[in-house]
Antibody
Framework: EVQLLESGGGLVQPGGSLRLSCAASGFTFSSYAMSWVRQAPGKGLEWVST?????????SYADSVKGRFTISRDNSKNTLFLQMISLRAEDTAVYYCAKCSGGSCYGDRFDYWGQGTLVTVSS | QSVLTQPPSVSGAPGQRVTISCTGS?????????VHWYQHLPGTAPKLLIY???NRPSGVPDRFSGSKSGTSASLAITGLQAEDEADYYC?????????????FGGGTKLTVL
């Protein structure tokens, strides 16, 4: 059974940093692209970032987080990360870890999601 | 403002049929990218409902169906049940000069009357 378990959320002041983790199990983690998707309070789903296995491992980011967020993964520990710096109030959201159905997320779907972890940016 | 446009809400009585539209443009759905649909209950993990326009993952009832034409896609739910009350999102890909990226619709809240 595929399981994705996010952790690391919490309350942080504007300008602060936070590192999210997503522990994966039930599939060969290293073979699949992984992504982060967020949902701000009262809003819809917003793609944040993807770590693809194609091209030796490529990353992509939404314009809203580019230069502030860094996605990474540790295949030996089946874990996906999202390092977030210079956090803003508008980054407040539930952050979901999502598995792509292939090694590249290009044009692809998210076939499994975690339950999410809440990040609140406020003074 | 989402790249893909969905109606904010739809409703229907138990047993009825409802459809949810997802309108894009020539840089996403119209460019040939597949459309995927998700069901999301607040506080839970979103669930893949339809992938590649019209395919159902294992375990999804055949009451749910999807279609795509031109720059739009639709999700249809027949035999509406109380448990179908949730938020529904379409997802595709968009490509422009700065690259390609995942796009979602704004979401549609389905109310079962």
């Amino acid at each position: 059974e595929v399981q994705l378990l996010e952790s690391g959320g919490g309350l942080v002041q504007p300008g602060g940093s936070l590192r999210l983790s997503c522990a994966a199990s039930g599939f060969t983690f290293s073979s699949y692209a992984m992504s982060w998707v967020r949902q701000a309070p009262g809003k819809g789903l917003e793609w944040v970032s993807t770590f693809s296995n194609s091209g030796g491992g490529s990353t992509s980011y939404a314009d809203s987080v580019k230069g502030r967020f860094t996605i990474s993964r540790d295949n030996s520990k089946n874990t996906l990360f999202l390092q977030m710096i210079s956090l803003r109030a508008e980054d407040t959201a539930v952050y979901y870890c999502a598995k792509c159905s292939g090694g590249s997320c290009y044009g692809d779907r998210f076939d499994y999601w975690g339950q999410g972890t809440l990040v609140t940016v406020s003074s | 403002q989402s790249v893909l446009t969905q109606p904010p809400s739809v409703s229907g009585a138990p047993g009825q049929r409802v459809t949810i539209s997802c309108t894009g443009s020539s840089s996403n759905i119209g460019a040939g990218f597949d459309v995927h649909w998700y069901q999301h209950l607040p506080g839970t993990a979103p669930k893949l409902l339809i992938y590649a326009n019209s395919n159902r993952p294992s375990g999804v009832p055949d009451r749910f169906s999807g279609s795509k034409s031109g720059t739009s896609a639709s999700l249809a739910i027949t035999g509406l049940q109380a448990e179908d009350e949730a938020d529904y999102y379409c997802q595709s890909y968009d490509t422009n000069l700065s690259g390609s990226y995942v796009v979602f619709g704004g979401g549609t809240k389905l109310t079962v009357l």
